[in-house]
C-alpha cells in the first residue's frame, strides 16, 4: 500500500503493517491483526489505526510500548506491547520482533525504538532501521528512501540479509525522475530479485 503500508493475506487472513499518514486511509480496513514498528506519522496514524480496529472487533494491534500507550485505553486486551527478541501468533501468522532503536537521523536528533517484524518465518519489514534479523528472510520489504539512509547503505543492506527478493517500502518521499536510478542500483548490485510494487498492486508469495 502506499509508502510503508504493506498488506499481507494468505488463505483469508490478513495482516497490515504500518498504515501511517502517507498511506490509505482505509489501510487497515479489514485486517485481523495490525503491527505498528514505531511512533513516526509515517508509519503510525492513530485514525487509521481506529478505523481498522473499529472496522473488525476481532482485530488486535502488536507495536511498541510509544505506539500501545496512546491506543491501549480504547480498545482494551486488543493491544499488544512486544519488543526485540519476543514472538507471537497474529491472525494465525507465526511472528518475530527484530530490532530496538530507529535509525540515525542526525546526531543532535534523539534516536527513538523501533522493532521490525519477520512474519510466517518469510516476509521482514524491519520499519525505520536498517535491522538484520539473523534468520533466513524470503522478502525483504526494503526501505529505499528517508531521510536517513543512502542507497549504498541499501544495497548492502540486501546483500547482508541475503533474501530471495526485496520489495520497496518507504519510497513516497522518491520521485518518479528518480524511481529507475533506484531499481537499476538496488537491482545489479543487491544480489536479489528487485521488486516495485504500486499502491494496491499485489504480488504472490
Not at 493475506?9 to 480496513?29: C, K, L, N, Q, T
Not at 507495536?63 to 500501545?68: D, K, Q
Not at 519488543?83 to 494465525?92: Q, R, W
Not at 543532535?108 to 519477520?118: A, Q, S, V, W
Request: with cysteine; charged share 20%.
Amino acid at each position: 500500500m502506499g509508502h510503508a503500508c504493506v498488506r499481507i493475506e494468505h488463505e483469508g487472513r490478513v495482516v497490515v503493517i504500518d498504515p501511517g499518514g502517507f498511506s490509505e486511509e482505509d489501510a487497515a480496513v479489514g485486517a485481523d491483526a495490525i503491527l505498528v514498528t514505531h511512533e513516526h506519522q509515517d508509519h503510525f496514524n492513530e485514525d487509521r489505526l481506529r478505523r481498522g480496529l473499529e472496522a473488525n472487533p476481532a482485530a488486535e494491534l502488536w507495536t511498541l510500548r510509544s505506539v500501545a500507550e496512546q491506543v491501549s485505553a480504547a480498545f482494551p486486551g486488543r493491544v499488544h506491547t512486544v519488543g526485540h527478541g519476543d514472538t507471537f501468533t497474529a491472525a494465525g501468522f507465526d511472528v518475530q520482533v527484530h530490532g530496538e532503536l530507529h535509525a540515525v537521523i542526525h546526531p543532535d536528533i534523539p534516536r527513538i525504538t523501533n522493532i521490525g517484524f519477520l512474519i510466517g518465518g518469510s516476509v521482514f519489514h524491519p520499519g525505520d532501521a536498517l535491522t538484520v534479523p539473523g534468520h533466513p528472510v524470503d522478502t525483504l520489504l526494503l526501505p529505499v528512501m528517508a531521510p536517513w539512509n543512502k542507497i549504498a547503505e541499501v544495497i548492502e543492506y540486501v546483500r547482508e540479509v541475503k533474501p530471495r527478493r526485496s520489495i520497496d517500502v518507504h519510497d513516497a518521499l522518491l520521485t518518479e525522475l528518480a524511481r529507475p536510478i533506484y531499481d537499476l542500483q538496488i537491482g545489479n548490485l543487491g544480489g536479489a530479485d528487485h521488486l516495485r510494487l504500486a499502491p494496491g498492486e499485489g504480488t504472490a508469495a
